[in-house]
């Protein structure tokens, strides 16, 4: 008789290089689950080597939902995720389902479980106004113009941040008012109601460390420069993109430029993903009420779940 399990959400949550994904099939081998990807990289069409995401054959036999649901150069936000995220829970649980959702990327997890500050949602028009004015002037130019309207918001965000920067001065297009105004009232009907059970996948920072190098280097003999190189043919495309901002993919696209030589590329990617797992570790270090597992232990985060 198969495991059935109440109306609970699962967030398996872990840095970039922890083993999430292959936790998250072991525990759909156990129960009913609808595996659904929180990855703020794995949501790009084209972009699979560099963003690890899983293989075909394993995508074929544990689908993972809110991947490959955008054009790299589609904007795509917290809020957009967290009425997606909520379209898949309702559906996980209308077929009996258990909801996992799997991935590191913080603010959808947050979206989804506190909701978000009452901002004005983006249009087609302004996304393109902006996207542009980002492609013409830049991040650092843009940063100082958010500095002018809300210096509060520019201290906050840094200037190569282009995905929060043109946010930022979009909100203030849109409604007349700044993003510290408007932010703290949050959103009703964004977040979930449901009950949540949150699993940490956390190896030791020297394993990660080694996982993170290991995987690059692979990556690059599966053929990632030519993915990018294949990217770079999209002529809306640019750096500056959030897309191609995500870990190796800049770096990447700053050696096919002929900015940094292979070397220095490697190098430069292997830092910024060690970088971007020690943020993911700080944001969970401030996780409470959740399983921390150094390893992955499919059977101690049943009893979890189950109990």
């Known amino acids: 008789m198969p495991i059935r399990i109440d109306k609970t959400v699962v967030f398996l949550m872990g840095p970039t290089a922890s083993g999430k994904t292959d936790l998250a099939i ?10 659904i990807s929180v990855d703020s990289a794995l949501i790009y069409k084209g972009m699979d080597i560099g963003a690890a995401k899983p293989d075909t054959n394993t995508l074929i036999n544990y689908p993972h939902h809110l991947i490959d649901i955008c054009d790299p150069a589609e904007a795509y936000s917290a809020y957009d995720f967290a009425k997606d995220a ?5 559906t996980a649980f209308n077929n009996d389902e258990t909801p996992i959702l799997v991935g590191g990327t913080s603010f959808y997890f947050n979206a989804l479980e506190y909701g978000l500050s009452n901002l004005p949602e983006s249009t087609t028009e302004s996304r393109e106004k902006f996207n542009q004015l980002l492609k013409d002037r830049g991040s650092a130019e843009l940063h100082n113009d958010l500095a002018k309207i809300d210096a509060k918001a520019a201290n906050r965000i840094h200037p190569n ?11 203030f297009d849109l409604s007349g008012k700044t993003l510290s105004e408007l932010q703290g009232n949050k959103k009703l009907g964004i977040g979930i109601d449901y009950p949540i059970k949150k699993i940490i996948l956390m190896p030791e920072r020297s394993e990660l460390h080694q996982r993170i190098e290991r995987r690059f280097l692979s990556m690059l003999d599966n053929g990632f420069i030519a993915e990018v190189e294949r990217l770079k043919q999209n002529p809306n495309l640019h750096e500056d993109l959030p897309s ?8 990447a696209w700053q050696y096919l430029n002929g900015e940094i030589d292979k070397s220095t590329m490697i190098e430069k ?3 910024a993903t ?13 996780e409470s009420n959740a399983l921390l597992l150094k390893t992955n232990d499919v059977e101690v985060a049943m009893k979890f779940i189950q109990g």
């Open 244 to 251: 191609i901002r995500c870990v190796g993919y800049r770096q």
């Open 274 to 286: 060690r970088q971007l797992c020690k943020r993911q570790s700080t944001w969970l270090k401030s």
């Open 161 to 171: 941040d282009s995905q929060r920067v043109t946010r930022a001065l979009e909100v």
């Open 26 to 35: 072991e525990l759909s081998q156990k129960f009913k689950a609808r595996l």
């Open 269 to 271: 990617a292997i830092i």
């Open 86 to 90: 909520k379209v898949q829970i309702e």
